[in-house]
T-cell receptor, first 115, second 110 residues
Framework: DAGVIQSPRHEVTEMGQEVTLRCKPISGHNSLFWYRQTMMRGLELLIY????????DSGMPEDRFSAKMPNASFSTLKIQPSEPRDSAVYFC?????????????FGSGTQLSVL | SQQGEEDPQALSIQEGENATMNCSYKTSINNLQWYRQNSGRGLVHLILIRSNEREKHSGRLRVTLDTSKKSSSLLITASRAADTASYFC??????????FGEGTQLTVNP
């Protein structure tokens, strides 16, 4: 199995631009998670999906952030418009969830720099 | 706010020594997990211990869980330079949500 695949690996953009991060979870997994990692705030859960349905988006910072999961094999996290404080590493993770917190498989992350 | 808090924040040891990292949390949990992160990479799952378990082993890893003290420890025995990484605890409280601590940076010197 190729594992969780994220793209792009690095993204450099200017303030105000739209940014789209992509994730392909492990085949057969039914839960998908978006995390953000910064030195100041550590690893924060932004949103997670179960069976393609958003379950908890309480971690999404503000309306500039949106996430979709149109099917079981693809998810996007969009930031529009982007701001310098959005600079971070964004991780996607997936699991086969049975409702009690199963282990997560993480992608390699997208390093986002907003100038 | 972070559910889990690791202690120490940073640990530097010599190859062959044991490394112990601690994690404290605040609320009741379903399970507690430990992850490892090498620089510039994603997190990798190491071990999961359920709330009704007290100790678990996997290779050179030993995890303990004390639910009365709301704490866990990760012991890495006979450390190697390749064990150099950040180690995170994560707690599962409800549903599929995992909340991560701030991590312990472990450096193993050859």
């Amino acid at each position: 199995d190729a594992g969780v695949i994220q793209s792009p690996r690095h993204e450099v953009t200017e303030m105000g631009q739209e940014v789209t991060l992509r994730c392909k979870p492990i085949s057969g997994h039914n839960s998908l998670f978006w995390y953000r990692q910064t030195m100041m705030r550590g690893l924060e859960l932004l949103i997670y999906f179960n069976n393609n349905v958003p379950i908890d988006d309480s971690g999404m910072p503000e309306d500039r952030f949106s996430a979709k999961m149109p099917n079981a094999s693809f998810s996007t996290l969009k930031i529009q418009p982007s701001e310098p404080r959005d600079s971070a590493v964004y991780f996607c993770a997936s699991s086969f969830s049975q409702g009690s917190g199963e282990k997560l498989f993480f992608g390699s992350g997208t390093q986002l720099s907003v100038l | 706010s972070q559910q889990g808090e690791e202690d120490p924040q940073a640990l530097s040891i010599q190859e062959g020594e044991n490394a112990t990292m601690n994690c404290s949390y605040k609320t009741s949990i379903n399970n507690l997990q430990w992850y490892r992160q090498n620089s510039g990479r994603g997190l990798v799952h190491l071990i999961l211990i359920r709330s009704n378990e007290r100790e678990k082993h996997s290779g050179r890893l030993r995890v303990t869980l004390d639910t009365s003290k709301k704490s866990s420890s990760l012991l890495i025995t006979a450390s190697r330079a390749a064990d150099t990484a950040s180690y995170f605890c994560a707690t599962a409280t409800s549903g599929s949500r995992l909340t991560f601590g701030e991590g312990t940076q472990l450096t193993v010197n050859p």
